[in-house]
């Protein structure tokens, strides 16, 4: 089992930028691939962005493609979401997940461990 911590969430103004970060802790980080979802009120969680195992393939949403930046580091057992140029729309809970496969899913019921989860607001 791997335990999931986000911190880095906050309020920021359109046009800005914030770094999720996601420290993992429990079973070998690095056993398989890792994503980013997000839910706003009212909506069903989406998929945000995803990272291999290896690091070497990302995914992303179309809505954030050229915006978001998806990268891992297991040394220090984390992934990290970098967010530019943020709109109102991007306003949600970021959720980080884990899977045991080494390529990411778009899909929330292929990750099997979830984080709490950190608000992210965009004010216009």
């Known amino acids: 089992q791997v335990q999931l911590v986000e911190s880095g969430g906050g309020l920021v103004q359109a046009g800005g930028s914030l770094r999720l970060s996601c420290a993992a802790s429990g079973r070998t980080f690095s056993s398989g691939a890792m994503g980013w979802f997000r839910q706003a009120p009212g909506k069903e969680r989406e998929f945000v962005a995803a990272?291999?195992?290896?690091?070497?393939?990302?995914y992303y949403a179309d809505s954030v493609k050229g915006r978001f930046t998806i990268s891992r580091d297991d040394a220090k057992n984390t992934v990290y979401l970098q967010m530019n140029s943020l709109k109102p729309e991007d306003t949600a809970v970021y959720y980080c997940a884990s899977r045991n496969y080494i390529f990411g899913s778009r899909s929330t019921y292929d990750y099997s461990n979830w984080g709490q989860g950190t608000q992210v607001t965009v004010s216009s």
């Open positions: 990272v291999s195992r290896s690091g070497g393939y990302t």
